[in-house]
DNA sequence: GCAAGGTC
């Protein structure tokens, strides 16, 4: 008997391959560099020994398209609503994967598919069962079998061969849905835009193309929402009492300053009156109410997502978030890091960690370190685990050693993957924290220091500071009366919300579901590349500002005033995903599901083309203030 | 020429 067996992409193929052919594998290439086929033999449970032949994809094979009597030009925007679609290879590239499938179905009796166990992957596990069926009849959705495997540990690896179950029809027309109201309401905005700004607005430029996309316009809502939340700020003034105190005859003993516990109030009139009961009650002495000194600790990080460290590349060395994901990438490529595409924050409990710890022990930086963690007892801790998992892949880990990467942006992404990896397998920062609390009048101050007492994971994870507070609490008992040697009222006036780095947008797309972890950093560039964003540098940090076409499309959308769904809002993508959700449990189907989104979309269009004027003097006005 | 999602 001959199995086809069929991965996302070659890492897994040659993975898997190894693991089950127990190191006996042979390599053949395809007619595309990257997708290799490996031969081996492999006594399966349900089929005994069999001729195997593993091969990949690389992620999508096809896409779906309109026929050519609605391309850009030949028809209405609005025609596009109710449009044929069509399903074609990604080009020529994805058309030699699709072949290779076809010809080595030919003689195979199974085809079992090892895809990523996500939504994605069960609908490129129906696109390769399309492909194979050309080349072998016998093939169908029902007929292939499909490996269910999180990881690539051994064990995992070889119940996933032997236990095989069936695509997932309902995700096959879950991600189907997607793909189809993307393209439709992508396309019938973009050209719409297009067509009637391109003339109207001076500055733009033949070819330039005003796209909406469902990711694009969240985004770039993001960015607007808080530039206006910038733009409207008008500072308030508000008072504090500020008191120090001094132990009594104590001599020359430091006096502590404290704070007030209301924080700061907004009434001028209100914080005097406060102020001067005090003086009136107690003139120049208080009394402690409390002392206290508890143990507290700095939490070791949770495994590395590929959000996590997106978002902190971006904070530690100011990379784009792209760049970041490119370096990741490439390490993996080079076979330094594990699959940097992940959402899972935690490692399967079988993973040999302490393997991958190892390897690290010859670097000059952190090797110490990491042959302490595995050699002197109890250091190590099994990382905590968070509540993430993506079923497909497990938490980014260094896999080789290097000390050799000569891109600088490479090596520092492989320093930070380690470190954080290390920190990750280490105890948590311990200390002590001291708060004392002291009543004048009416009114309770407070101060706390902090005592750090063992650093664990800090040593390793240089990125973040946790360090004992210099402030002096003196030793003074509950009940006891000290002097205030300084007393008065404070003023400031509040500040505006900060403007917005990459680092938090990748935060909020994150949590509102707009893109993933492969695209966000993707759908950033595009509105750069589409001048509705830009970057810059303000006071040494990376800031995201709207341009005036930026601005005036947002505001334009929303002045319109859709009845149902707000386009620039991450609302209608967060609906989009939880019908995709239940298109996957079985409570909706994808005709209806496209029926109720698709409708909601054909009103917005039809309200847009009525308003192209509203549009168009939003982003003058936008100019004109700019 | 358009989207978003995979991956190289």
């Known amino acids: 008997m001959k199995v086809l067996c069929v991965a996302e992409k070659n890492s897994i193929s040659k993975s898997v391959s190894h693991t089950l052919g127990g190191g006996r594998v042979t390599t053949r290439n395809s007619s595309i560099t990257f997708v290799k086929n490996y031969d081996f033999t492999f006594e399966f449970s349900n089929w005994g020994r069999c001729d195997v032949t593993m091969t990949c994809v690389a992620g999508h094979i096809t896409g779906v398209d309109f026929p050519s009597d609605y391309r850009w030009g030949r028809c209405d925007p609005g025609a596009l609503y109710h449009a044929p679609l069509q399903v074609q290879a990604n080009g020529t590239n994805a058309q030699k994967i699709a072949d290779n499938i076809k010809k080595e179905a030919r003689n195979a009796n199974y085809l079992m598919i090892w895809t990523d166990c996500d939504r994605e992957g069960e609908y490129i596990g129906w696109e390769i069962v399309q492909e194979a069926a050309k080349g072998n009849r016998?093939?169908?959705?029902?007929?292939?079998?499909?490996?269910?495997?999180?990881?690539?540990?051994?064990?995992?690896?070889l119940h996933a061969a032997h236990n095989p179950v069936r695509l997932d029809k309902n995700a096959i027309d879950a991600v189907r849905t997607r793909m189809e109201i993307d393209l439709i309401t992508g396309s019938s905005f973009t050209r719409f835009l297009t067509g009637f700004m391109k003339n109207a607005i001076h500055y733009l430029k033949d070819g330039d193309i005003i796209s909406y996309g469902g990711c694009q316009f969240p985004t770039l809502g993001f960015v607007v929402d808080r530039y206006k939340r910038t733009k409207r700020f008008v500072p308030e003034d508000f008072w504090h009492i500020d008191i120090s105190i001094k132990k009594i005859g104590a001599g020359h003993s430091k006096k502590t300053d404290l704070v007030w516990e209301r924080g700061r109030l907004f009434d001028k009139l209100a914080v005097l009156c406060l102020y001067q009961n005090c003086v009136n009650k107690d003139n120049d002495r208080a009394r402690v109410q409390s002392l206290q000194t508890k143990p507290t600790s700095n939490w070791a990080p949770l495994p590395l997502t590929t959000v996590?460290?997106?978002?902190?590349?971006?904070?530690?060395?100011?990379?784009?978030?792209?760049?970041?994901?490119d370096a990741a990438e490439k390490l993996y490529q080079s076979g330094f890091v594990s699959y940097p595409r992940t959402e899972t924050d935690s490692f399967p409990a079988a993973m040999d960690l302490k393997h991958f710890i190892q390897k690290q022990t010859p670097s000059d930086a952190w090797g110490q370190y990491a042959n302490d963690l595995i050699n002197v007892p109890g250091k190590f801790r099994q990382p905590r685990g968070g509540r993430h998992d993506d079923k497909a892949h497990p938490p980014i880990h260094p896999v080789a050693f290097t000390a050799n990467l000569s891109n600088p942006t490479q090596a520092k992404v492989y320093e930070y993957i380690v470190r954080r990896f290390l920190a990750c397998c280490s105890h948590d920062a311990t200390g002590s924290q001291t708060t004392l609390k002291v009543k004048w009048g009416t009114e309770s101050f407070f101060t706390s220091g902090l005592m750090v007492k063992e650093l664990n994971y800090l040593e390793v994870y240089t990125y973040r500071h946790w360090s004992s507070s210099n402030r002096e609490i003196p030793a003074v008992e509950p009940g006891e009366e000290v002097k205030i040697s300084k007393a008065g009222i404070g003023s400031g006036k509040t500040a505006p919300p900060p403007k917005l780095t990459e680092t938090e947008l990748i935060a909020l797309m994150d949590r509102n579901g707009i893109g993933t972890d492969a695209t966000i950093a993707e759908h950033i560039e595009k509105i750069i590349a589409r001048n509705y964003i830009t970057k810059s540098k303000e006071r040494g940090t990376t800031v995201l500002n709207p341009t005036s076409l930026g601005y005036g499309l947002v505001e334009g959308f929303s002045q319109i005033g859709f009845d149902s769904i707000s386009l620039t809002k991450p609302f209608l993508r967060k609906k989009l995903e939880d019908k995709l959700k239940m298109i996957c449990d079985g409570s909706a189907t994808k005709p209806q599901v496209c029926q109720e989104i698709l409708d909601m979309y054909r009103e917005a269009f039809a309200l847009a083309n009525q308003n192209k004027r509203l549009i168009l003097q939003c982003c003058e006005d936008a100019e004109r203030n700019a």
Not at 138 to 157: C, I, K, P, S, W
Not at 308 to 320: A, G, P
């Open 138 to 157: 016998n093939f169908t959705v029902d007929t292939a079998f499909r490996a269910q495997f999180a990881h690539l540990e051994r064990n995992h690896v």
């Open 308 to 325: 996590e460290l997106q978002k902190d590349c971006s904070r530690f060395f100011r990379m784009s978030a792209k760049d970041a994901l």
